[in-house]
């Protein structure tokens, strides 16, 4: 027998690089695991803006 492989949703936690922008998702292993931050400081002090990404001085960060 042979079973299909099964692909399980994973969390994401801590800074996240996606499409070329860095995001933060909370990492405490109550309810804000794995909540986006948007619009506010992460906990290490970092600006995301209203969609999450990584701004510095007001500028979009972005991997190249």
Same mark, same amino acid.
């Given at each position: 027998?042979?079973?299909?492989?099964?692909?399980?949703?994973? #969390?994401?936690?801590?800074?996240?690089?996606? =499409? $070329? &922008?860095?995001?933060?998702?909370?990492?405490?292993?109550?309810? !804000?695991?794995?909540? #986006?931050?948007?619009?506010?400081?992460?906990? =290490? $002090? &970092?600006?995301?803006?209203?969609?999450?990404?990584?701004?510095? !001085?007001?500028?979009?960060?972005?991997?190249?």
């Amino acid at each position: 027998h042979s079973f299909p492989t099964r692909r399980l949703p994973i #969390l994401l936690t801590g800074w996240q690089w996606i =499409d $070329g &922008y860095c995001y933060y998702f909370g990492t405490d292993s109550g309810n !804000n695991e794995g909540h #986006l931050y948007r619009n506010e400081k992460t906990p =290490d $002090g &970092y600006q995301v803006d209203n969609e999450g990404r990584w701004v510095k !001085n007001g500028v979009l960060q972005i991997k190249k």
